[in-house]
């Protein structure tokens, strides 16, 4: 199991790109474009919770 620096680490990294993929979306005039980033944001976001679970632990 990793070390709570780790996990603390791996959390920031899965919002950071959730942060990334949401500027990118904005970015985008086409929709189906815009709707396969925010995608791939909330994807991220979703890992980043369950990650923060382990962290409470």
């Known amino acids: 199991m990793p070390h709570h620096s780790e996990l ?4 920031k990294v899965k ?3 959730a942060d990334k993929y949401i500027r ?4 985008r005039k086409s929709k189906p474009a815009k709707s396969r980033l925010y995608r ?11 990650l923060s679970r382990g962290l409470s632990l």
């Not at 603390?8 to 959390?11: K, P, S, T």
């Not at 791939?40 to 369950?50: K, L, V, W």
């Open 15 to 17: 919002l950071f790109l």
């Open 24 to 27: 990118l979306a904005r970015a």
């Open 40 to 50: 791939h944001a909330e994807h991220f976001r979703h890992q980043a919770t369950i």
């Open 8 to 11: 603390e680490n791996r959390v």
